[in-house]
């Protein structure tokens, strides 16, 4: 084969893998980061969930996830220490959608 067979069947690939593929992700990345920053996702931090410490509240880990219902002990990093009628039960912040106080 000579050279312009080959510039012919391979530079269109290289164009595909090397240019076109990586600025689809970078794209695609940074639409998933504003969607993120839209809808208002923030991590729990710990200074908010230190005022509940010693209440009553039901946690809301989703809609697949668990409710668990009982007196916040304590909060450590990113955990949540829950005691219910069954013992204590420790809940990952990140996962938390909602918290409702005084149930």
């Known amino acids: 084969m000579n050279t312009g067979t080959w510039i012919a069947i391979y530079l269109p690939l290289f164009i595909l893998f090397?240019?076109?593929?990586?600025?689809?992700?970078?794209?695609?990345?940074?639409?998933?980061?504003?969607?993120?920053?839209?809808?208002?996702?923030?991590?729990?931090?710990?200074e908010l969930l230190n005022k509940y410490i010693g209440k009553n509240c039901q946690i809301t880990t989703g809609s697949f996830g668990t409710n668990v219902k009982g007196k916040i002990i304590n909060v450590n990093d990113n955990w949540i220490e829950v005691e219910t009628k069954k013992g204590n039960e420790l809940i990952n912040a990140e996962f938390v959608q909602s918290i409702k106080i005084g149930i």
Do not use: C, D, E, Y
């Not at 593929?21 to 710990?46: C, D, E, F, Y």
């Open 18 to 46: 090397f240019i076109i593929l990586p600025q689809q992700r970078s794209v695609h990345k940074a639409v998933l980061l504003r969607i993120k920053k839209r809808k208002g996702v923030v991590k729990m931090t710990n």
